[in-house]
């Protein structure tokens, strides 16, 4: 087997996990979730009150950099451990689907060893009622919206993410 069919292979055995629900990419760890002994995504208290008012915030008029200030303010420690905050990891964590108790896979693709935002190449599966939500639909929705108001372009809030 060669380097390109052996590529092709995994590709497809990654997307047939995601069709099939069996992908452990829907189990994956993120800020406010601890994985529990059965291997299921558990809400971690203390975390996901930081990822409410992180949420919170952001409705409330502060910009991501103002938000980052005060985490790190409070002392609260970055998802990698550092005592600074960045506006990229927190615009990542307001777009991310899993705080509603759902899980978007398929979001980016791979080409030529670089990974790209999926805008239609292949199909998304999405998955719901996985794991326990932060975030309520509501909040999630209208932070997604926020967020397309401030950048003046409503149509960056995927489809996808708002039909629940």
Known sequence: ????????????GLQKGFRDGTSKMALRKCYGYDVGAD???????????????IFESYLNGNS???????LE???ILSPTG??????????KLISNEKYTGRVLLQKT?????????????????????THEAIIS?????????EKARRTGCPEAIPAIQLIF
């Open 39 to 53: 291997g299921e995504l558990v809400v971690n208290s203390d975390e996901a009150a930081i990822v409410r008012w």
């Open 137 to 145: 639909d509501e909040i999630f929705k209208s932070v997604q919206q």
């Open 64 to 70: 991501l950099g103002k938000i980052a200030a005060g």
């Open 82 to 91: 550092k005592p600074k905050w960045n506006r990229e990891a927190l615009n």
């Open 109 to 129: 693709v791979s080409t030529g060893g670089s990974q790209i935002k999926n805008n239609g190449f292949m199909d998304r599966c999405l998955y719901s009622d």
């Open 73 to 75: 303010k409070r002392g």
């Open 1 to 12: 087997m060669n380097i390109i069919e052996k590529s092709e292979s995994i590709r497809d």
